[in-house]
T-cell receptor, first 109, second 113 residues
Framework: RKEVEQDPGPFNVPEGATVAFNCTYSNSASQSFFWYRQDCRKEPKLLMS???SGNEDGRFTAQLNRASQYISLLIRDSKLSDSATYLC??????????FGTGTRLKVLA | EPEVTQTPSHQVTQMGQEVILRCVPISNHLYFYWYRQILGQKVEFLVS????????KSEIFDDQFSVERPDGSNFTLKIRSTKLEDSAMYFC???????????FGPGTRLTVL
């Protein structure tokens, strides 16, 4: 099993739709997780941290399920500007990031 | 808003040549990182650096790679003898003490011919 696994997509959704991505991880000892957003040929940008209690920031909600070893990202009311690749990240060791391959989202007008 | 900067944005070099990629981390950050992303692939960890020494490095970070903080602001990645497979986007990142969120620079695209 890959350390961090994501469905590469693409997910093509109409504007205004709700879309959800999952990410599974293999190391049950992992403590910290993040969702980053990456636009084409740009750097990853922090979207949000993921906590066991869940985390909501506007239209974005992140959840962590430790029992099943997955994290999720829910985007409500999708905008054209949400089109990007969403990267799941877990921390290993001393702040080393392990990235998933990313899930590509296209929001269509 | 403070940000990580990197130079150059694009570097083209011949196989076997040495390259130095430069980064200026956010000023109050003390942890520094290099990652790379081969085109179409995932972002991969190379090395982390704290208190003027390497904290952790990956299998990719072999003897051809080195990092340095030559002064109070710059953080460099040197590749001594580049190979074709070193062609990738190289991202520098930094983080505050006690914080796990890392902030990434815009990257240097390295092309080895």
């Amino acid at each position: 099993r890959k350390e961090v696994e994501q469905d590469p997509g693409p997910f093509n959704v109409p504007e205004g739709a709700t879309v959800a991505f999952n990410c599974t991880y293999s190391n049950s000892a992992s403590q910290s997780f993040f969702w980053y957003r990456q636009d084409c040929r740009k750097e990853p940008k922090l979207l949000m941290s993921v906590y066991s209690s869940g985390n909501e920031d506007g239209r974005f909600t992140a959840q962590l399920n430790r029992a099943s070893q997955y994290i999720s990202l829910l985007i409500r009311d999708s905008k054209l500007s949400d089109s990007a690749t969403y990267l799941c990240v877990r921390i290993s060791g001393t702040y080393k990031y392990i990235f998933g391959t990313g899930t590509r989202l296209k929001v269509l007008a | 808003e403070p940000e990580v900067t990197q130079t150059p944005s694009h570097q083209v070099t011949q196989m076997g040549q040495e390259v130095i990629l430069r980064c200026v981390p956010i000023s109050n950050h003390l942890y520094f990182y290099w990652y790379r992303q081969i085109l179409g692939q995932k972002v991969e960890f190379l090395v982390s650096f704290y208190n003027n020494e390497i904290s952790e490095k990956s299998e990719i970070f072999d003897d051809q790679f080195s990092v340095e903080r030559p002064d109070g602001s710059n953080f460099t990645l040197k590749i001594r003898s580049t190979k074709l497979e070193d062609s990738a986007m190289y991202f520098c990142a930094s983080s505050e003490p006690g914080q796990t969120e890392q902030f990434f620079g815009p990257g240097t695209r390295l092309t080895v011919l």
